[in-house]
């Protein structure tokens, strides 16, 4: 039973544009959301972070929107640059516990 | 810079044979992780230890262990690998427990023959 999932493998976008990773999950006692950031050979890199209190949070090229009605929760970069193609992966922690669940990734690839 | 390192990047083991998978932390952080990974799959987390207490998945198998003889160095055991042992296995470690960010080794590969 995946509580976090991440329905899209794969996404191609146009450098400059704009890049929408999206991550759905199915346990409204969720409440705090990380997106990280894997390129090959290397661990995964913390990107941003959102708690259930807010609806938006942004850090320079990155956005994080958050819809708890939705369950849903979607990754902007803007402008999107061949530097970004990485593997995205959602992963998000209910209240009082101690583990994150990890979504399966989407696979970037930033076209120049 | 402060990071967190696992040895070796890749590992190559016989059926049946023990391994053992090292991480270490220069962050000082009080929690580590072990996360299976296997290939088109979400990071699977097998176990955790905040400080020296240690805490089991109740999913892990058996053959899975855990060591962390101080601080900065956490080891995965694995007793007696299968064939469906062959994973990445990534190492975390974060300040406190959740929600914290947890920061990640570039991982461990395994192959069991």
């Known amino acids: ?112 | 810079d402060a990071m967190v390192i696992q040895n070796p990047r890749y590992q190559v083991t016989q059926f049946g044979k023990p391994v053992t998978l090292s991480c270490s932390q220069t962050l000082n952080h009080n929690v580590m992780y072990w996360y299976q990974q296997k290939s088109s799959q979400a990071p699977k987390l097998l176990f955790h230890y905040y400080d020296k207490d240690f805490n089991n998945e109740a999913d892990t198998p058996d053959n899975f262990q855990s060591r962390r003889p101080n601080t900065s160095f956490c080891f995965l055991d694995i007793r007696s690998p299968g064939l469906g042992d062959a994973a990445m296995y990534l190492c975390a470690t974060s300040r406190a427990l959740a929600p914290e960010t947890q920061y990640f080794g570039p991982g461990t590969r395994l192959l069991v023959l």
């Open chain 1, 1 to 112: 039973d995946q509580q976090v999932k991440q329905n899209s493998p794969s996404l191609s976008v146009q450098e400059g544009r704009i890049s929408i990773l999206n991550c759905d999950y199915t346990n409204s006692m969720f409440d705090y959301f990380l997106w990280y950031k894997k390129y090959p050979a290397e661990g995964p890199t913390f990107l941003i972070s959102i708690s259930s209190i807010k609806d938006k949070n942004e850090d320079g090229r990155f956005t994080v929107f958050l819809n708890k009605s939705a369950k849903h929760l979607s990754l902007h970069i803007v402008p999107s640059q061949p530097g970004d193609s990485a593997v995205y992966f959602c992963a998000a922690m209910g209240s009082g516990t101690y583990k994150y669940i990890f979504g399966t990734g989407t696979r970037l690839k930033v076209l120049a």
